[in-house]
């Protein structure tokens, strides 16, 4: 055992050092990306993922896999610009607003994590469904519009500034500590490492295995409505679209950061560089010149490549 | 809630529970809308119906074998603009060119699942990256419609013989091969096999890793050959042409009922299920549900639909 797990420790560290020659790559090509000014612009464009990516991380430690973060997301970031001042309505809610998308994120992944659990349905399937639902939702709620927000709270995390960086990136890192506290200190934390690592032992050593699974969806849809929250303040819009992309940028940052499919072995900091790989990735396309919507093809290819490399084989004899 | 479950999946109701559901739906709708059993309404339905079926039959065999296809709407989206886009200056070759794209789509599709033991969900979920990116980068991010020297060539599609839409043709040859690929060949009993057991198979020497790379090919070739159809309703190719296509298929898939977990199902299940499918949004589009807020009740279906074809007693632990 030993041995193997050494052999993980340095997998563990190659995904930084991936990053690492990244940067300095792109660095030699173009030395504008060290300024201050495109670390912002990368903190910018890391933090939603980073807050998404920290939901997806518990579900994927999990053995299992949330396909419905686009779906919690639109769905947030709608009901936020229907709550706080905004073009459409009289609505002024303010941070209550923002509560009450907390509580609308956390029902919809309970909702998940329940379906999943108590019908027996693999998550896959459950969360497909609910990526749908939760676009639609949106849908309905808007009736094919979109709604300005003017409240200056919610515009100030993109706009305002502490220490240089706008107050989302700090959100965001506030919620990668919230994740490194509940990943290392909590029970949920260690159960759900514990089912990752195999699910009967952990049920025989007593763990509460389904309402395991259903706190994490739970967590998990929390994340996704906070990212909605961001990312309706950074649009300055509420509409059904503020979604796309993200699910797939999400799955690549937490497989590229190196947490397996199979479940067990990975953590929020991988994830935390996971994000980074592929923002500094696509801030470098774009500064080398290369179209955007070239990105999502590299990250394709990116996901195939981690996968392949960090799946444990000897762990899975039927893949399907 | 547990007892009715068990209810609807005992086998003789299960066959039978998506046609039952068909004829009512055609019977409720036709009630409140007299004109919905008319013969051009339904030829209508049928046409429809027909993108959605060629879909739908393709991911029916990757379901089958236990695993499932999230890239189909991207690569009919790729197909369409690559028709739209080779169209002028290769004439009919465009949609051979296009087919055979979606063959090489799916044979990598399949290598990453098999080779690399990627599961499928996520080897497809990141082909479906690479296919939308080459659809926005061919297309450079529009829609581009087709001229009218153009159209000349979509004949075959627009058309019709008989009377019979040549969709609804096209969609029934797709049906018929299909079911010779099912019920007269190796590789239908090989996928029911592996769909029913895959350590069995691979015990009685079936070559299971072929016949799934052999699934995946047939489910992106169908792909191409939706997207081509596509171009030829809507005279115009787009890299989101399809992408609204991706759950309505595999509900159909589900609702007609073929089980996620494999082995059980069937390529007439599929046909029911699509035809399920488009009377609900007939239906919903009657009544005035707004066509987004349609997939709320299309991911709900889907969901419902899974909890009963579902074969629990062959996942242990349910991820």
Redesign the interface.
């Known amino acids: 055992m030993p041995a193997a797990r050494r052999r993980w420790r340095i997998a563990s560290w190659a995904p930084l050092i991936v990053l690492v020659l990244l940067c300095g790559i792109i660095t030699l090509i173009n030395p504008n990306f060290l300024t201050f000014g495109n670390l912002v612009r990368i903190s910018q464009a890391a933090m939603i993922p980073l807050v998404l990516g920290m939901g997806a991380t518990f579900i994927i430690l999990m053995g299992s896999i949330d396909l419905s973060v686009e779906g919690g997301l639109t769905l947030s970031a709608v009901i936020l610009s229907m709550l706080v001042i905004n073009g459409a309505n009289e609505n002024a809610f303010g941070l209550f607003g923002v509560l009450i998308v907390l509580l609308v994120g956390a029902g919809v992944g309970f909702t998940n994590g329940v379906i999943h659990v108590r019908l027996k349905i693999p998550s896959f399937m459950v969360t497909l469904g609910m990526w749908f639902v939760g676009v639609g939702a949106a849908n309905a709620l808007l009736g094919g519009m979109a709604i300005r927000i003017n409240d200056p709270m919610i515009r100030g995390l993109a706009i305002e500034r502490f220490l240089g960086f706008p107050w989302g990136v700090w959100v965001a890192l506030g919620c990668l500590l919230v994740a490194l506290v509940i990943q290392n200190y909590t029970r949920l934390g260690r159960y759900i490492y514990a089912l990752g690592g195999g699910e009967e032992l952990a049920a025989l050593s007593g763990i509460p295995v389904g309402r395991v699974r259903i706190l994490a969806f739970t967590l998990a849809g929390v994340f996704y409505a906070v990212g909605g929250v961001l990312a309706a303040a950074q649009l300055g819009l509420g509409n059904a679209q503020i979604g796309t992309g993200r699910l797939f940028t999400t799955i690549t940052a937490v497989v590229v950061g190196g947490t397996a499919l199979s479940g067990g072995q990975g953590s929020v900091l991988q994830t935390l560089v996971g994000v980074l790989i592929v923002v500094v990735l696509a801030n470098g396309m774009v500064l080398m010149g290369v179209p955007p919507s070239v990105q999502i093809g590299v990250q394709g290819l990116m996901i195939i490549a981690a996968v392949a490399l960090s799946i444990d084989r000897k762990r899975m004899r039927i893949v399907k | 809630m547990n007892t009715m479950?068990d209810t609807l999946r005992s086998d003789g109701v299960r066959q039978w529970l998506p046609l039952v559901t068909l004829v009512i739906l055609v019977i409720l709708v036709g009630t409140f809308q007299p004109a919905f059993l008319d013969v051009n309404t339904l030829l209508q339905l049928a046409s429809d119906t027909a993108v959605l079926f060629i879909l739908a039959t393709g991911v029916t065999f990757v379901i089958m074998?236990?695993?499932?296809d999230?890239s189909i709407q991207s690569m009919a989206s790729l197909s369409s603009v690559v028709v739209a886009l080779t169209l002028a200056r290769y004439g009919y070759a465009a949609f051979v060119f296009a087919f055979g794209l979606g063959v090489l789509a799916g044979l990598l599709s399949g290598i990453?699942?098999?080779r690399?033991?990627?599961?499928?969900?996520?080897?497809t979920?990141?082909?479906?990256?690479?296919l939308?990116?080459?659809a926005?980068?061919t297309s450079r991010?529009r829609s581009i419609t087709l001229g009218e020297s153009e159209r000349a060539y979509l004949g075959w599609i627009t058309g019709t013989l008989f009377g019979i839409p040549n969709v609804v043709i096209i969609a029934l040859i797709v049906l018929a091969i299909a079911h010779v690929l099912q019920s007269r060949t190796p590789f239908g009993r090989y996928s029911a096999a592996i769909g029913a057991g895959?350590?069995a198979a691979y015990a009685s020497g079936v070559k299971v890793d072929r016949q799934k790379i052999f699934a995946f090919v047939l489910s992106a070739s169908c792909a191409a050959l939706a997207g081509i159809v596509l171009v030829g309703r809507l005279a115009s190719g787009s890299p989101t042409l399809a992408s609204e296509l991706l759950?309505p298929s595999?509900a159909a898939v589900v609702v007609g009922g073929t089980s996620?977990t494999?082995g059980v199902g069937s390529i007439w299940r599929t046909l029911v299920g699509a035809l399920i499918i488009s009377v609900v949004r007939i239906g919903m589009t009657f009544l005035g549900v707004?066509i987004?807020?349609?997939?709320?009740?299309?991911?709900?279906v889907?969901?419902a639909a899974?909890?009963i074809t579902?074969d629990?007693s062959k996942?242990?632990?349910?991820?």
């Open positions: 479950l074998l236990g695993g499932i999230l990453a699942h098999v690399l033991r990627i599961p499928s969900f996520i080897a979920l990141a082909m479906g990256g690479v939308y990116s080459a926005l980068v991010e895959e350590p759950l595999i996620i494999g707004n987004f807020a349609q997939n709320i009740v299309f991911g709900v889907l969901v899974v909890a579902i629990r996942i242990p632990i349910v991820k």
